[in-house]
């Protein structure tokens, strides 16, 4: 696993931003996992900038998101499906996009769905993941064991908690999700992983050095061959 400490957050998105371009120019036809949330927000604008300034070009490549809310409507503005299209997808060009879907009558076949999808793209070259205060990647919630696919999970109450911030109230935030899981995550061939903030600090380093648990998602990671995490120096100053 690699540490990569950034002197603040827009340095950390710069940096992230510099390897998807990177991924791009090595595979014009990537495969892109992507996570929402607070923290890739600076990324996916360093990105669009890019875009415009004609120094990439999402042409031929293709996003798969982490995980949506569920049940969700897509035009609900908490949707991951609308923050998606706010924040990157109506600004740059991929050829094709993907969020599991929180309309689906059916959660499991949703799912398995999903993962084929995964498949038959020939997997994830490039995953970018945030991580919750508790260590969950996508919504792999802190638990007794790690599940290997895309499923459908409810939300950890410190989950429900931190994302409150989002909604006008918490007793809105939904109390489901549908996620790539562990399995998922893990078969993409590269991972960035992005933590901002003093609050990320304890798992960061818990994720880093402590043991591989699924009480700590995260900490998986440390047995994947390409993982770098990118830090700013609050979030990683205790790795
Ligand atoms: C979002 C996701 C989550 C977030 C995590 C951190 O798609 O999968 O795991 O990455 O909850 O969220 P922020 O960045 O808001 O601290």
Do not use: W
């Amino acid at each position: 696993m690699k540490v990569l400490v950034q002197k603040n957050y827009e340095e950390l998105s710069k940096k992230a931003a510099e390897i998807i371009k990177a991924q791009l120019a090595e595979k014009p036809d990537s495969v892109f996992g992507l996570a929402t949330g607070g923290t890739p927000g600076g990324t996916y604008e360093e990105i669009i900038r890019m875009y415009k300034a004609g120094e990439v070009d999402f042409s031929r490549a293709t996003a798969f998101n982490l995980d949506e809310y569920y049940p969700i409507k897509k035009t609900s503005d908490q949707s991951y499906y609308y923050f998606m299209q706010k924040n990157l997808f109506d600004h740059v060009n991929f050829a094709k996009t993907f969020i599991p879907n929180g309309e689906a009558a059916d959660a499991a076949t949703e799912c398995a769905a999903y993962d084929e999808k995964i498949a038959a793209h020939g997997g994830i070259d490039l995953q970018i993941l945030g991580i919750g205060g508790n260590g969950h990647i996508g919504f792999n919630e802190p638990g007794d064991e790690f599940i290997a696919a895309t499923h459908h999970t409810p939300l950890d109450e410190s989950t429900i908690k931190a994302n409150a911030r989002f909604f006008a109230d918490v007793s809105e935030v939904p109390r489901h999700s549908l996620t790539m899981g562990i399995g998922t995550i893990m078969q993409a061939k590269k991972i960035i992983l992005l933590a901002s903030g003093a609050g990320k600090a304890d798992i960061i380093q818990k994720t880093v050095r402590g043991a591989i648990t699924p009480q700590v998602p995260a900490s998986v990671l440390q047995l994947h061959p390409n993982v770098t995490i990118i830090a700013d120096t609050e979030a990683g100053k205790l790795v």
